[in-house]
């Protein structure tokens, strides 16, 4: 089900041609890529569902498409891996290594508690030597209000994944190994000053685990898949959406991600985003691969798909995966 706004108030379309906002598509820079939906998690926010049962992996010929069209995109400067846990994708490394060789950005958006189970037991040493900046999702520096969205027995393991990154130079001035952390309200809530949290977390993660990080990015959940059953569980969805809409700020609304990426999904179809792939909204309107592509500068010229769940980006300061715009 997507999010929709009650018929008496704006739809995210009309909120833009209120503020006279066009949102076209600029030079594409980022290709993110979700190489599957099995996790070792299955948090209560995610808005892919992930979790340990799910079946959904990329595989090795969608993999070899997106290397063959990264190699001839020299604008596209990275490549931004996500899931599911990506680590868990049997080719996770071979795209991490070919992507680094054509001069790439690589970022793994990493749990944590992957870097701990049976067979990952290197993986952190892994993207370390490759030079992979890691962001890695840590909704709060309390053990209650992690384990509330992420599960029992989740926080100890977050620190000590942090703790060998931290070791292995992530984090650390100087080290060129980039760790940002992740924060997503524990409810139906806008999250706070992005500035103000990070040095809560800044100061509590050092004061008590000796943790150091480089960026927090506050990131607003998304009125979708399982956030959104538990909004309307609790009878919470309405006051949400409204929540949303009263924040949309037009400053943030130019700075949408989904204007220089491109998402690709396991199967290797295309969206404009991470979130309307979650919702089967296909890049451009019409359902394409990268397959049906000769390049990805292709995407620049399609119209971007919104509809009323990207109040989710909009609301504040604003919310890409790259945390607040404004």
């Given at each position: 089900?997507?999010?929709?706004?009650?018929a008496d108030?704006?739809?995210?379309?009309?909120?833009?041609?209120?503020?006279?906002?066009?949102?076209?598509?600029?030079?594409?820079?980022?290709?993110?890529?979700?190489?599957?939906?099995?996790?070792?998690?299955?948090?209560?926010?995610?808005?892919?569902?992930?979790?340990?049962?799910?079946?959904?992996?990329?595989?090795?010929?969608?993999?070899?498409?997106?290397?063959?069209?990264?190699?001839?995109?020299p604008g596209?400067?990275?490549?931004?891996?996500?899931?599911?846990?990506?680590?868990?994708?049997?080719?996770?490394?071979?795209?991490?290594?070919?992507?680094?060789?054509?001069?790439?950005?690589?970022?793994?958006?990493?749990?944590?508690?992957?870097?701990?189970?049976?067979?990952?037991?290197?993986?952190?040493?892994?993207?370390?030597?490759?030079?992979?900046?890691?962001?890695?999702?840590?909704?709060?520096?309390?053990?209650?209000?992690?384990?509330?969205?992420?599960?029992?027995?989740?926080f100890d393991?977050?620190?000590?994944?942090?703790?060998?990154?931290?070791?292995?130079?992530?984090?650390?001035?100087?080290?060129?190994?980039?760790?940002?952390?992740?924060?997503?309200?524990?409810?139906?809530?806008?999250?706070?000053?992005?500035?103000?949290?990070?040095?809560?977390?800044?100061?509590?993660?050092?004061?008590?685990?000796?943790?150091?990080?480089?960026?927090?990015?506050?990131?607003?959940?998304?009125?979708?898949?399982?956030?959104?059953?538990?909004?309307?569980?609790?009878?919470?969805?309405?006051?949400?959406?409204?929540?949303?809409?009263?924040?949309?700020?037009?400053?943030?609304?130019?700075?949408?991600?989904?204007?220089?990426?491109?998402?690709?999904?396991?199967?290797?179809?295309?969206?404009?985003?991470?979130?309307?792939?979650?919702?089967?909204?296909?890049?451009?309107?019409?359902?394409?691969?990268?397959?049906?592509?000769?390049?990805?500068?292709?995407?620049?010229?399609?119209?971007?798909?919104?509809?009323?769940?990207?109040?989710?980006?909009?609301?504040?300061?604003?919310?890409?995966?790259?945390?607040?715009?404004?």
């Open positions: 089900m997507n999010a929709v706004v009650a108030h704006l739809s995210f379309a009309e909120s833009l041609r209120t503020h006279g906002l066009q949102l076209p598509r600029t030079r594409l820079e980022i290709l993110q890529v979700n190489v599957g939906k099995l996790c070792d998690l299955a948090c209560h926010h995610c808005h892919v569902e992930a979790g340990p049962k799910r079946t959904e992996v990329m595989q090795w010929p969608v993999v070899e498409r997106i290397l063959e069209l990264l190699a001839g995109a596209v400067h990275t490549l931004d891996l996500t899931g599911g846990a990506p680590e868990m994708n049997p080719h996770f490394r071979t795209l991490v290594r070919e992507a680094r060789r054509l001069g790439k950005t690589v970022i793994d958006r990493c749990n944590l508690t992957i870097l701990l189970r049976p067979g990952q037991e290197d993986t952190a040493e892994f993207i370390a030597a490759q030079g992979v900046k890691v962001i890695a999702s840590l909704p709060c520096y309390s053990k209650a209000n992690v384990e509330k969205q992420r599960g029992l027995h989740v393991p977050s620190i000590h994944a942090l703790r060998q990154l931290n070791a292995l130079g992530y984090g650390r001035e100087n080290s060129g190994l980039e760790l940002d952390l992740v924060y997503n309200p524990g409810g139906a809530t806008l999250p706070p000053s992005q500035a103000a949290l990070e040095a809560a977390y800044r100061d509590e993660l050092a004061e008590h685990f000796g943790i150091v990080f480089n960026h927090l990015f506050t990131i607003t959940n998304m009125p979708i898949k399982r956030f959104l059953h538990l909004l309307q569980r609790e009878g919470r969805y309405d006051s949400y959406m409204q929540t949303l809409l009263d924040a949309f700020n037009p400053k943030a609304a130019l700075g949408v991600m989904c204007r220089n990426l491109l998402s690709v999904d396991w199967r290797g179809k295309l969206y404009d985003c991470d979130f309307n792939q979650a919702l089967e909204l296909p890049q451009g309107g019409r359902q394409r691969t990268l397959w049906d592509i000769e390049s990805l500068a292709e995407v620049e010229h399609s119209a971007i798909v919104f509809a009323d769940h990207c109040y989710g980006c909009t609301a504040g300061a604003g919310s890409s995966c790259g945390g607040a715009l404004t």
